[in-house]
Antibody, heavy 120, light 108 residues
Framework: QIQLQQWGAGLLKPSETLSLTCSVHGGSFSGLYWAWIRQPPGKTLEWVGEINQNGNTNYNPSLKSRVAIFLDTSKTQFSLTLRSVNATDTATYYC??????????????WGQGTPVTVSS | EIVMTQSPATLSVSPGERATLSCRASESISTNLVWYQQKPGQAPRVLIYGASLRASGIPDKFSGSGSGTDFTLTISSLQSEDLATYYCQQYTTWPPLYTFGPGTKVDI
């Protein structure tokens, strides 16, 4: 069974760059897409973006100017960078796999989550 | 952008009762609707995809229905382990965009 393990810095100052990495264990890296999703404290989930094994990316339009997702297939890892962070970027960030069954998509595997706080 | 709403915001039920959670999309999304369960301090877990298909390993006490703009998640015979927040999520395939509802918190 596939497992996602993620890590990265949890405390940032405004204007710094957020950097997180997710490692894929126990399964093929050739899934559909590999995504980042975030959740501010006490709020709902927000899709940040995704990448597939060919390096094709899609981003949430609200974050597109600041976000980048890239992968390292040799290490079966993918990473998120978010530039110029501010307090509204404070959230728990999850990596996840997008699965597909019967033509329907859903996030079927999730990392454990990394809390990120932006504070001066 | 498609906006998802959920009702009620909080649902209090007694053990053994049935819970009915609603999710509405601001425009038709066919059956591109997913339900997740999130327990405190944990990552979400997929319950239902394609509006009515149970994900692998999900007990049949969870069922989903609906299409177009109105969807329902039904949890039969609630137990303490079902205490969680439940989110619906829609997606569009092009351009890809996934949006989540605000959630329904189920209190036992």
């Amino acid at each position: 069974q596939i497992q996602l393990q993620q890590w990265g810095a949890g405390l940032l100052k405004p204007s710094e760059t957020l950097s997180l990495t997710c490692s894929v264990h126990g399964g093929s890296f050739s899934g559909l897409y590999w995504a980042w999703i975030r959740q501010p404290p006490g709020k709902t989930l927000e899709w940040v973006g995704e990448i597939n094994q060919n390096g094709n990316t899609n981003y949430n339009p609200s974050l597109k100017s600041r976000v980048a997702i890239f992968l390292d297939t040799s290490k079966t890892q993918f990473s998120l960078t978010l530039r110029s962070v501010n307090a509204t970027d404070t959230a728990t960030y999850y990596c996840a796999r997008l699965g597909r069954t019967y033509g329907k998509y859903y996030f079927d595997s999730w990392g454990q989550g990394t809390p990120v706080t932006v504070s001066s | 952008e498609i906006v998802m709403t959920q009702s009620p915001a909080t649902l209090s039920v007694s053990p053994g009762e049935r819970a009915t959670l609603s999710c509405r999309a601001s425009e038709s999304i066919s059956t591109n609707l997913v339900w997740y369960q999130q327990k405190p301090g944990q990552a979400p877990r997929v319950l239902i995809y394609g509006a009515s298909l149970r994900a692998s390993g999900i007990p049949d006490k969870f069922s989903g229905s609906g299409s177009g703009t109105d969807f329902t998640l039904t949890i039969s015979s609630l137990q303490s382990e079902d205490l969680a927040t439940y989110y619906c999520q829609q997606y569009t395939t092009w351009p890809p965009l996934y949006t989540f509802g605000p959630g329904t918190k189920v209190d036992i």
